[in-house]
């Protein structure tokens, strides 16, 4: 890795200015430019920063400049009383990409599930996002096989939620 070794930790409020802004970069990383971006990405970091959304955000930093994120909850039922450690997202700034943070990252969430007693941490992958599979096979982390991932969004949660099991087939 270029430079001093990052530095990782749990987001809190001293960290709210560098929080919105790296997860500003994501989002307009995955979904383009809006202009909204910048006012979801602060009530997002707002969210995360509460304490009520059930979600940890954890910051790699170097030289005091925020470099990636990943969010993360402990799970219940799991196979021990202090659950799973589950992450919904990381990502990495371009300008700190190929450096092998994503691989410190990584190790540092594993030992963050041990130290909260996890003893699993599990993650998704998008399955046409081939670079970030690549990656999660280059940890030599199993593949969920028996598991299929399902999700209800938009006007179909709506429907869903409102009338029961829709006619036609579920969009995504």
Not at 112 to 140: K, M, Q, V
Not at 144 to 169: I, M, Q, T, W
Request: glycine residues 8%; contains cysteine; proline residues 3%.
């Amino acid at each position: 890795m270029t430079g001093s070794h990052p530095e990782f930790r749990v987001a809190a409020d001293r960290d709210r200015e560098a929080l919105a802004t790296i997860l500003l970069e994501a989002n307009q990383h995955y979904w383009g430019s809006d202009t909204q971006a910048s006012e979801m990405t602060a009530r997002a970091a707002e969210a995360l920063l509460s304490g009520g959304s059930g979600c940890q955000a954890i910051l790699a930093f170097r030289a005091g400049a925020a470099l990636g994120f990943a969010t993360v909850s402990i799970l219940h039922p799991a196979p021990s009383e202090h659950g799973t450690l589950f992450m919904k997202d990381l990502f990495i700034s371009a300008d700190a990409r190929g450096q092998g943070l994503g691989t410190l990252f990584m190790r540092f969430l594993a030992q963050h599930a041990i130290e909260l007693g996890c003893h699993r941490f599990d993650w998704t992958a998008e399955s046409d996002n081939p670079r970030a599979i690549a990656f999660y096979d280059d940890l030599a982390a199993s593949r969920v096989r028996e598991k299929v991932y399902f999700r209800f969004s938009g006007a179909d949660l709506r429907a869903f939620a409102e009338h029961g099991v829709p006619d036609g087939p579920a969009s995504s």
